[in-house]
């Protein structure tokens, strides 16, 4: 099974990546505007407490107003209308609730891939998300295409030797695994376990 941690940590930099990008735009913005994304991000953080705590239906009622305020401010093809849709598709997917979360997720892809470009760090967790979902589908080959395409980002990303890198590397292993390819799953392991020991040390 591919690792579930990973892609809470992947929503936890998607939402300090969207904390990041606010100061860009109150420099900007009028006192009723950052009135509107002062609630925007509160609705966010609750959403987010909520859905740790399992109450998936007011979590769902406080992304989706999130949302719409994002998307009424920043307009609907900004990154951080992006990271919202991944909230909220993150939250289907924990309900099993696939149909549904997919099409938010290649919406947050898109989204990023024209903000960014094909080869950014952000448009590689958006990848994984979306594999993540997948995964969970038996749609293994779909899951074997993302994990490739978001490896090769973070590799151009960050070089050969970066943590992020062996995460990466670690999930196609475990699909490899998962699908008894285990001549392919053990190279991916022992890289992946290689960078980080040089990263973190061997215990």
């Known amino acids: 099974m591919i690792s579930s941690d990973v892609n809470y940590?992947?929503?936890?930099?998607?939402n300090?990546?969207?904390?990041?990008?606010?100061?860009?735009?109150?420099?900007?913005s009028s006192p009723n505007v950052q009135d509107e994304i002062d609630i925007a991000f509160t609705l966010n953080k609750q959403g987010n407490l909520y859905s740790d705590q399992g109450?998936?239906?007011?979590?769902?009622?406080?992304?989706?107003r999130s949302l719409a305020i994002f998307e009424k401010?920043?307009?609907?093809?900004?990154?951080?209308?992006?990271t919202s849709?991944?909230?909220?598709?993150?939250?289907?997917?924990?309900?099993?609730?696939?149909?549904?979360?997919?099409?938010?997720?290649?919406?947050?892809?898109t989204i990023n891939e024209?903000?960014?470009g094909p080869d950014h760090p952000a448009v590689a967790t958006s990848l994984n998300n979306l594999a993540y979902?997948?995964?969970?589908?038996?749609?293994?080959?779909?899951?074997?295409?993302?994990?490739?395409?978001s490896l090769a980002i973070r590799e151009r990303a960050f070089g050969l030797e970066h943590p992020d890198v062996a995460t990466s590397l670690n999930n196609l292993a475990l699909l490899y695994t998962k699908q008894?390819?285990?001549?392919?799953?053990?190279?991916?392991?022992?890289?992946?376990?290689?960078?980080?020991?040089?990263?973190?040390?061997?215990?």
Do not use: C, M, W
């Open 55 to 64: 109450r998936y239906a007011k979590a769902e009622s406080l992304y989706k």
């Open 114 to 116: 024209r903000a960014f």
């Open 9 to 14: 940590k992947n929503l936890i930099i998607s």
């Open 133 to 149: 979902l997948f995964n969970k589908q038996s749609r293994y080959a779909e899951v074997e295409s993302l994990f490739k395409r």
């Open 85 to 109: 849709l991944g909230n909220l598709a993150y939250l289907y997917n924990r309900q099993v609730r696939y149909v549904e979360a997919e099409p938010l997720y290649q919406r947050s892809l």
């Open 16 to 28: 300090l990546f969207l904390f990041l990008l606010l100061p860009l735009y109150l420099f900007a």
């Open 73 to 82: 401010v920043f307009g609907s093809e900004h990154p951080t209308v992006a």
């Open 180 to 203: 008894v390819r285990y001549a392919e799953a053990e190279p991916l392991f022992k890289r992946s376990q290689a960078i980080h020991e040089k990263a973190y040390g061997p215990d």
